[in-house]
């Protein structure tokens, strides 16, 4: 995945913003969702299906046709297109990286190879200019490649699979649930509910947009504020400032977060007091 497509976004944002750059902008900028990165890999998915189409696939590929035509442009929870369209990328990614690496694998196998996130380019590269001398024997042409890695891609995850799901109930939100557990809720599971937050299904991705949100990550924090404007300034955590799971402070300002609703930097009235005596 190319981590520069996300700073190319979020210095698009920061150039179409109204200067001065004021603290709701910034929110606005670091709750941005749209799949900019994956826009030509949906064109190049339509293609591939629309081939599988021509050759008379007409169950398996009308089924993605009728999924990729709701794409949103967005990593949004309810966007089946979305998972469907990463899911192709990486199909045809590791297809490609580990075809271009066989040789040196056979040499030594021991030897970890990991895809680089600048292998974007190349890839792409590759994918307009399709040498044929690098392909794979297994694989005829190009096309087969990219039609190999759409079928791939159909297969349902664990998360969708389990559950009977079919291509278009299997959305991002259903494998990209956010699950922030803590420490002691792995050794103590009864005790999970009192110390987990919510599974909630935010809007996000890995890691091409300025939303980063995965699983088991994602913005520890989104703060932003003006000196001298602090009563404009907002502060988002995935948690409350209290340790103690039955404060009702303890989940304060999560719900927040999840929704990207902005929540004062400034502290409000006093509720409590906590008076140390020697």
């Given at each position: 995945?190319?981590?520069?497509?996300?700073?190319?976004?979020?210095?698009?944002?920061?150039?179409?913003?109204?200067?001065?750059?004021?603290?709701?902008?910034?929110?606005?900028?670091?709750?941005?969702?749209?799949?900019?990165?994956?826009?030509?890999?949906?064109?190049?998915?339509?293609?591939?299906?629309?081939?599988?189409?021509?050759?008379?696939?007409?169950?398996?590929?009308?089924?993605?046709?009728?999924?990729?035509?709701?794409?949103?442009?967005?990593?949004?929870?309810?966007?089946?297109?979305?998972?469907?369209?990463?899911?192709?990328?990486?199909?045809?990614?590791?297809?490609?990286?580990?075809?271009?690496?066989?040789?040196?694998?056979?040499?030594?196998?021991?030897?970890?190879?990991e895809?680089?996130?600048?292998?974007?380019?190349p890839?792409w590269?590759?994918?307009?200019?399709?040498?044929?001398?690098?392909?794979?024997?297994?694989?005829?042409?190009?096309?087969?490649?990219?039609?190999?890695?759409?079928?791939?891609?159909?297969?349902?995850p664990?998360?969708?699979?389990?559950?009977?799901?079919?291509?278009?109930?299997?959305?991002?939100?259903?494998?990209?649930?956010?699950?922030?557990?803590?420490?002691?809720?792995?050794?103590?599971?009864?005790?999970?509910?009192?110390?987990?937050?919510?599974?909630?299904?935010p809007?996000?991705?890995?890691?091409?947009?300025?939303r980063?949100?995965g699983?088991?990550?994602?913005?520890?924090?989104?703060?932003?504020?003006?000196?001298?404007?602090?009563?404009?300034?907002?502060?988002?955590?995935?948690?409350?400032?209290?340790?103690?799971?039955?404060?009702?402070?303890y989940?304060?300002?999560?719900?927040?977060?999840?929704?990207?609703?902005?929540?004062?930097?400034l502290?409000?009235?006093?509720?409590?007091?906590?008076?140390?005596?020697?």
């Open positions: 995945m190319d981590r520069g497509a996300r700073a190319a976004q979020i210095h698009a944002d920061l150039e179409e913003a109204p200067p001065p750059l004021a603290p709701l902008e910034s929110l606005r900028i670091q709750l941005d969702d749209r799949a900019v990165f994956l826009e030509r890999w949906r064109a190049l998915l339509g293609q591939v299906i629309e081939r599988a189409l021509e050759r008379g696939n007409d169950r398996s590929a009308a089924a993605a046709q009728a999924v990729l035509v709701r794409w949103s442009g967005h990593a949004a929870p309810d966007d089946a297109a979305f998972r469907l369209t990463l899911a192709f990328r990486q199909e045809v990614e590791t297809r490609v990286f580990y075809m271009l690496v066989a040789p040196a694998r056979r040499e030594d196998r021991d030897f970890v190879f895809i680089s996130p600048s292998f974007e380019g890839l590269r590759l994918l307009q200019a399709r040498p044929f001398h690098l392909l794979a024997a297994a694989y005829t042409d190009w096309d087969a490649l990219l039609d190999q890695a759409f079928i791939a891609s159909e297969r349902l664990r998360e969708c699979a389990s559950e009977r799901m079919d291509l278009a109930s299997c959305t991002w939100g259903r494998v990209n649930a956010v699950r922030v557990a803590h420490p002691l809720s792995a050794a103590l599971p009864l005790l999970h509910r009192f110390l987990d937050m919510p599974t909630v299904a809007p996000g991705a890995h890691h091409d947009m300025p980063i949100q699983p088991d990550f994602g913005a520890s924090e989104r703060f932003s504020v003006s000196p001298g404007h602090e009563k404009d300034g907002y502060l988002h955590m995935p948690g409350g400032e209290s340790g103690h799971p039955l404060s009702p402070y989940r304060a300002g999560f719900d927040a977060w999840v929704e990207g609703r902005p929540t004062p930097l502290p409000g009235p006093a509720m409590h007091e906590l008076v140390l005596s020697p």
